[in-house]
């Protein structure tokens, strides 16, 4: 299994950026999908995480109502969407994978596979 993750840049805040995580190597019906991001200085932290096929999304609380994460199963991709950027949310953003569901989805020893990561950078 393979992820590749993308979208991230230098945005301005207020600015917008959508990240994606394209997943290879397997049949993904029955996993499940997350994002984390890491701050320098700082462990890795949740964001947001969802099953590949139906269930609620999950999303970290500080970020929720600026972070959507969603999927196109025909792409076998999962995307971040984040809006209304601000200077603390630079980090690296990880996506990451398992199979199943786990309801320590925010715990990064949940997950098995991870992805390279997508630098996001905010200024102010």
């Known amino acids: 299994v393979q992820l590749q993750a993308s979208g991230g840049g230098l945005v301005q805040a207020g600015g917008s950026l959508r990240l994606s995580c394209a997943a290879s190597g397997n049949t993904f019906n029955n996993w499940s999908m997350g994002w984390f991001r890491q701050a320098p200085g700082k462990e890795r932290e949740f964001v947001a995480a969802?099953?590949?096929?139906?269930?609620?999304?999950r999303v970290e609380d500080s970020v929720r109502g600026r972070f959507t994460i969603s999927r196109d199963s025909a792409k076998n991709t999962m995307y971040l969407q984040i809006n209304g950027l601000r200077p603390e949310d630079t980090a690296v953003y990880y996506c990451a994978g398992r199979y199943g569901w786990s309801v320590q989805y925010y715990l990064t020893s949940t997950w098995v596979y991870w992805g390279q990561g997508t630098q996001v950078t905010v200024s102010s």
């Open positions: 969802q099953r590949w096929f139906g269930g609620s999304a």
